[in-house]
């Protein structure tokens, strides 16, 4: 989840209620459930390594965990928001780091995306911001998507081999 939001810059809170129906492998992106309103995201891509450690990694995990609880959910990440505050702080006081907020995460992936090259509108329209450039964007632009994926491939920080 952490990997993912720097990889990404997506918010937490969207990320967390993400669905297992909304996730698109075959097109690397998640669908996000909040696409109104001001914290809006309209598009999220995932790296090749997002992907296969998705595949390799947790869903083998996530199947455990839901084996586990003995019920099953349509959250990508079923985790109530406190349990993952409460592993973040555990990792990294294992760390002795100082409390890294997720929003950092949002903070290195637009600073990671602006040091590569991206322009500063180009690295707004992913993270969700920029109202006015966004509707032109996405109304008049023909190959919007395909414009931002070709920054994401561009610019983006990997975290996943």
């Not at 707004?124 to 998507?145: H, K, M, N, Q, T």
């Amino acid at each position: 989840m952490w990997g993912i939001t720097a990889e990404t810059g997506v918010r937490l809170d969207h990320l967390r209620k993400s669905t297992l129906g909304g996730l698109q492998l075959y097109k690397r992106r998640p669908l996000l459930g909040d696409v109104n309103g001001p914290k809006r995201q309209p598009l999220v891509f995932l790296t090749e390594g997002a992907v296969k450690h998705l595949h390799e990694t947790y869903f083998p995990w996530r199947e455990r965990f839901e084996h586990m609880l003995g019920q099953q959910t349509n959250r990508l990440f079923p985790c109530e928001e406190l349990t993952i505050y409460r592993r973040l702080k555990e990792a990294r006081e294992r760390a002795g780091l100082p409390w890294p907020e997720p929003r950092l995460l949002r903070k290195f992936n637009a600073q990671w995306l602006l040091d590569s090259g991206a322009d500063a509108a180009e690295i707004d329209l992913p993270l969700g911001r920029s109202v006015r450039e966004r509707i032109l964007f996405e109304l008049y632009i023909a190959d919007y998507e395909r414009r931002l994926r070709q920054v994401f491939e561009s610019h983006a920080p990997r975290v996943f081999p």
